[in-house]
């Protein structure tokens, strides 16, 4: 069984900092990408950032400048540092990963349970 998850949600003011992190645990034999994505009410879920384990990274647009992804191999962590937060960064953050498990040998797209994050003054 493989399991995900997340800490480091919040409110934090507009312009301010948050660090979110993910933990992969459980029966894993190789992590391939792993991301964050966030779902705002009423909208649908959207990709912020992605990492390979090569350490490749992809950025959606709005967050580009703001926003760090970075991942420990080692300890199957990922984070997302999140700068210069605006309102429109509120949400619910998703950990996502594509993860091979060691027990089946199966590659699966596994996901957090989400972690809120709320920007207002």
């Known amino acids: 069984q493989v399991q995900l998850v997340e800490s480091g949600g919040g409110l934090v003011q507009p312009g301010g900092s948050l660090t979110l992190s993910c933990a992969a645990s459980?029966?894993?034999?190789?992590?391939?990408?792993m991301g964050w994505y966030r779902q705002a009410p009423g909208n649908q879920r959207e990709l912020v950032a992605a990492?390979?384990?090569?350490?490749?990274?992809n950025y959606a647009e709005s967050v580009k400048g703001r926003f760090t992804i970075s991942r420990d191999n080692a300890e199957n962590t990922v984070h997302l540092q999140m700068n210069s937060l605006k309102p429109e960064d509120t949400a619910v953050y998703y950990c996502?990963?594509?993860?091979?498990?060691?027990?089946?040998?199966?590659?699966?797209?596994?996901w957090g349970q989400g972690t809120q994050v709320t920007v207002s003054s």
């Open positions: 990492i390979t384990s090569g350490g490749s990274t």
């Open positions: 459980g029966s894993i034999f190789s992590i391939n990408t």
């Open positions: 996502n990963a594509v993860i091979l498990d060691s027990t089946y040998y199966y590659t699966g797209d596994y």
